[in-house]
């Protein structure tokens, strides 16, 4: 008889958590956001502990670096420049004669928003700045929850949203960086092409051209759409409205792609302003594909650096291409493809590819098993997303000690 009763209770538990997960999805979600934040903050008040005063941007006050201090480091800087003095009206020039490193490479929208909210409460920039890119980044995992729900089912997209949240690189999203603001973006702007709300997705693809360089792979998106929408036609026809609504978003992420680098030239005077700023950062200037060869052999020499790139290419397309990716649809899949490709076109692949990779979320609920269109294809799923839950945390621990813990003079940035 018990053994009979146990199949019907675990049937039931399971029905009750399918409905309580679709019921608070937001709620449980933004919980274990909450959990994952709570954790990096104790992480970094613990690097704090370790960080050298002169690895941290504008100095500290105390003698001793805090968790706000953490919060700016790296790329934090820049933005807290920009909130405070704006962007230069002349580009600056280095020694050698080409353009020096300066703010132009980092997008308005975050710092300005950080400024205004500064202006509001009186806070400081570290303290409004992580604040925001906390707030903002709860609030995009919850709308990556909702999306990802349409598709996959909610207990999948909670697994999937928290997991998420305990990435190494999802530290950033309590630090002063883009990340928060750009995802949050981002999941609008998918949610809506899911919805075929084409006037939003359109208005959120010329914000992200304000926000972070990522637009162009947006256009991409829009034209999986359109064939998606094309092969279905006989099942669901495509109205007049709908191409031009397609059309409209594409347009706008073309404009959204090349928005900033206009500006930037508009006001410096120099047309390649924003080109010229991002070759900055690199050894060779701006270089499509290359880096990926070049930074690869650098750690794995000439037949390691292939033997590798072909084995993460494989991978990708393993992942994106079976049957337990299916569930995610052409939208979801559309990104994942466009954006790595994107990052492998134009990335100077290092350490902070780490946090560029965020954005290839929906590679998650993949790994985690729960892509599948054949929910009964879904077995082990609790057991697996515990596990890569703890190695997540685990491997966090290592990342921020090894990359947001800078030592003068050598460091490599998140």
Not at 13 to 33: E, N, S, T
Not at 129 to 148: D, F, N, Q, T, Y
Not at 318 to 342: E, I, K, S
Request: charged share 15%; with cysteine; proline share 6%.
């Amino acid at each position: 008889m018990t053994a009979l009763l146990a199949p019907r209770a675990v049937a039931r538990a399971r029905a009750d958590w399918r409905i309580l997960a679709d019921r608070r999805l937001v709620p449980l979600v933004v919980l274990g956001y909450l959990v994952c934040r709570a954790f990096s903050a104790v992480l970094m008040i613990w690097l704090a502990r370790h960080q050298p005063p002169a690895g941290v941007p504008g100095g500290v006050s105390g003698g001793h670096a805090t968790y706000w201090d953490e919060t700016r480091m790296w790329d934090g800087r820049w933005y807290q420049e920009i909130a405070a003095h704006g962007y230069p009206h002349h580009l600056p020039v280095g020694q050698d004669g080409k353009v020096a490193q300066n703010a132009w490479a980092f997008l308005p929208l975050y710092p300005l928003a950080v400024k205004c909210l500064m202006l509001v409460t009186g806070a400081s920039f570290a303290v409004a700045g992580s604040l925001l890119s906390l707030v903002l980044g709860g609030a995009a995992v919850a709308v990556m929850a909702v999306l990802l729900r349409d598709r996959i089912g909610a207990p999948a997209a909670i697994a999937s949203a928290v997991v998420f949240s305990a990435l190494p690189p999802a530290i950033a999203l309590q630090m002063t960086y883009t990340e928060s603001l750009a995802l949050l973006v981002l999941m609008g702007f998918l949610l809506a092409l899911e919805r075929e709300q084409w006037v939003v997705a359109a208005v959120l693809a010329l914000t992200m051209g304000l926000t972070r360089p990522i637009a162009a792979p947006m256009v991409l998106v829009v034209l999986a759409v359109a064939v998606s929408r094309w092969r279905e036609r006989r099942i669901r026809p495509v109205r007049g409205s709908d191409w031009v609504g397609m059309s409209a978003v594409a347009a706008a992420g073309v404009v959204g792609a090349l928005l900033w680098a206009q500006i930037a030239g508009r006001v410096t005077g120099v047309r390649s302003a924003y080109f010229d700023t991002q070759g900055a950062w690199r050894a060779d200037g701006v270089v499509f594909f290359v880096p990926w060869v070049r930074n690869f052999e650098l750690l794995f020499g000439q037949v390691g650096a292939v033997i590798v790139l072909v084995a993460l290419l494989a991978t990708f397309v393993v992942m994106v291409t079976g049957p337990w990716a299916r569930a995610l649809g052409p939208v979801l899949l559309g990104w994942t493809v466009a954006y790595a490709a994107y990052l492998v076109a134009t990335v100077d692949v290092w350490t902070s590819t780490y946090r560029y990779a965020m954005f290839l979320f929906p590679l998650v609920p993949v790994t985690l098993g729960v892509g599948w269109v054949r929910r009964e294809r879904r077995v082990l799923v609790p057991l697996r997303c515990a596990v890569f839950l703890l190695l997540s945390l685990g491997w966090q621990v290592w990342w921020a000690w090894t990359l947001l813990r800078f030592v003068p003079p050598v460091g490599n940035p998140i």
